[in-house]
């Protein structure tokens, strides 16, 4: 308990360093999920994947040669930054260049407030959910300022694709927030994580399972993945808002749309998994923590490749009414059930399960009431 | 004199910042160039409310306006395609030279309001400051005492809302069916 009460004290230079330790794996992950993507793409397609490229120059890596292609990563990056970098003749230059710089902050300096174990974050602030809410909708202005600034029909549709997408599904990852924050009393990303406890019951995603699935759609749509990826619909715009960019730049947006979807991870496993909980074991030693949050983050991240290779991308239409129709109405019901059964019966244990079924009626009787209805 | 520390470092960087992205906001041509000033100018802002402790302003500030308001006005800065900005500018009538008499009346009641009618400002409690920021108090706050205003301004924005839709459909009626409607 006392080594617990320590961490909750990090001094400034432990923070740095937990930064540093945390960018580092942040951005080994973005290649290795890349990697993951392809291997899963061809593994749901019935195809191979990368399954060449090895660590021949280093001979004590040998033995991977050949294997299952984990030097795909490292040679992808090295021929991005190998390739020359054009930028458009009429392109506004500085926005050009600070567009992907826009994207790539944004999805780095989410991270900054989730825990990773108990009392150990970057920035263990107050307003952690909020500073997520409110970076987050900062890193739409990368994607419609390069859409602006390549002066190029295609990165502008995609541009403007993003803004509205992004501006659009805020409000339903805003109101599965704040069910959440009903839930658990608490806007500091720890106090969150800690109200959940080690049972899995007493998860998020069991007492407010409405929310999870909005919050994740919803995140699916902020991430720019399938099927909400129309700011890049290859079919349609050719690249979409990266379009024309090449090389490092192109390179620091792959960078961010990964990284984001990582962090997304994180924030969503944060929020309804139960962060670093261990399933009943209350005071698990920190690393047991930290690989607990890893191993919930990496599934989630595998249930994001899940979805894109297996649905289709939406049409613009479609993705409107999913967001204003749909999703924005069964935000505001889910905040109606979550906050009137704490207001009736307490925020106890069997408060999940009674709502658990509750939402799974409502759920049910929504689409039974509209069986022609052609949203999802 | 006083001592320069941290925060007073901070505020004199974040508040020139804020003042160049105003500055910039009003003098450039491009009305994107514009836009992208007045967010860095929130942010800057943001900044400053942190400063004085306000978390919960600070971050509503960057949501809002950084997040929400901004993004809608490039979406249609970008959709217009403003191009003739230049035109527009060269422009002078009127109801310009108006505009600039009574900004600067405006400007010269600020000044006098705020060099010689405000009392100084009494020294701070920390530690009340950092209590008042924070989201719970401002909740709290305004569901109990502010009650009043908070749901005014609730009922105001429902009806913005509704006039916007309003606005939106713009062949709601029979008769308007037929009529123009494009922009």
């Not at chain 1, 409000?171 to 106090?191: D, F, H, K, Y």
């Not at chain 2, 809608?72 to 959709?79: D, T, Y």
């Not at chain 2, 009618?117 to 005492?145: F, N, S």
Request: glycine share 8%; with cysteine.
């Amino acid at each position: 308990m006392n080594a617990l009460a320590l961490l909750l004290v990090m001094e400034l230079g432990d923070r740095f360093a937990l930064m540093g330790v945390v960018l580092g794996v942040l951005l080994t992950a973005v290649a290795y999920t890349v990697y993951a993507e392809r291997r899963i793409a061809a593994f749901i397609q019935n195809r191979t994947g990368p399954d060449r490229v090895g660590f021949d120059l280093i001979p004590q890596l040998k033995f991977l040669k050949g294997a299952i292609g984990l030097g795909q990563p490292l040679a992808d990056v090295i021929k991005l930054l190998m390739k020359e970098d054009v930028v458009p003749e009429n392109a506004n230059k500085f926005v050009h260049a600070l567009a992907p710089l826009i994207s790539l902050f944004a999805a780095l300096t989410t991270i900054a407030v989730v825990p990773y174990a108990k009392g150990v974050a970057i920035a263990d602030v107050n307003i952690g959910i909020l500073y997520i809410l409110a970076i987050t909708s900062l890193g739409v202005y990368g994607i419609t300022l390069s859409g602006w600034a390549s002066n190029s029909k295609y990165s502008l549709l995609g541009g403007l694709r993003s803004s509205a997408q992004m501006i659009s599904y805020e409000l339903s990852m805003g109101l599965a927030v704040v069910s959440v924050v009903v839930l658990t009393n608490a806007l500091n990303m720890g106090e969150i994580v800690e109200s959940q406890t080690s049972n899995p019951l007493n998860w998020n995603v069991c007492r407010n399972l409405l929310g999870f699935i909005i919050f994740t759609t919803a995140a699916f749509a902020e991430t720019n993945r399938a099927p909400f990826d129309l700011p890049e619909a290859e079919q349609e715009l050719v690249g979409g808002y990266h379009t024309e960019y090449s090389s490092m730049k192109f390179a620091l947006f792959f960078l961010a749309e990964y990284a984001n979807m990582i962090v997304a991870c994180t924030v969503i496993v944060t929020l309804f998994l139960g962060g670093y909980q261990v399933p009943f074991w209350t005071d698990a030693p920190w690393f047991v923590q930290v690989g607990a949050f890893i191993t919930k983050t990496l599934f989630m991240m595998f249930v994001f490749i899940w979805v894109r290779w297996t649905l289709p991308r939406f049409k613009y239409n479609q993705l409107m009414d999913l967001g204003w129709k749909f999703m924005l109405p069964l935000g505001l019901f889910n905040l109606l059930i979550v906050a009137s059964t704490i207001v009736i019966f307490g925020n106890s244990l069997p408060l999940s399960i009674l709502n658990l079924v509750l939402v799974a009626l409502c759920v049910a009787g929504s689409f039974a009431a509209k069986p022609q209805s052609k949203m999802a | 004199m006083p001592e320069i520390n941290l925060s007073t470092a901070f505020f004199i960087g974040l508040g020139s910042l804020t003042i160049v992205a105003s500055l910039g906001t009003i003098l450039s041509r491009s009305p994107v160039t514009s836009a992208l000033f007045l967010v860095l100018n929130f942010f800057a802002l943001g900044g400053i409310y942190l400063l004085l402790e306000a978390q919960f302003i600070a971050v509503v500030q960057v949501i809002v306006y950084a997040g929400a308001i901004m993004v809608l006005f490039l979406f249609v800065i970008m959709l217009l395609n403003l191009e003739d900005e230049q035109r527009l500018t060269e422009r002078y009538d009127v109801k310009k030279g108006f505009a600039i008499l009574f900004a600067g009346l405006l400007l010269v009641e600020v000044l006098y309001v705020v060099g010689l009618k405000t009392p100084a400002i009494a020294p701070r409690l920390g530690t009340v400051a950092a209590e008042i920021g924070t989201a719970k108090y401002i909740g709290q706050q305004l569901l109990t005492e502010f009650l009043f205003p908070f749901e005014i301004i609730s009922v105001l924005l429902l009806g913005a809302i509704v006039g916007a839709v309003v606005l939106a459909k713009k062949n709601f009626g029979p008769e308007r069916a037929t009529a123009k409607t494009t922009l």
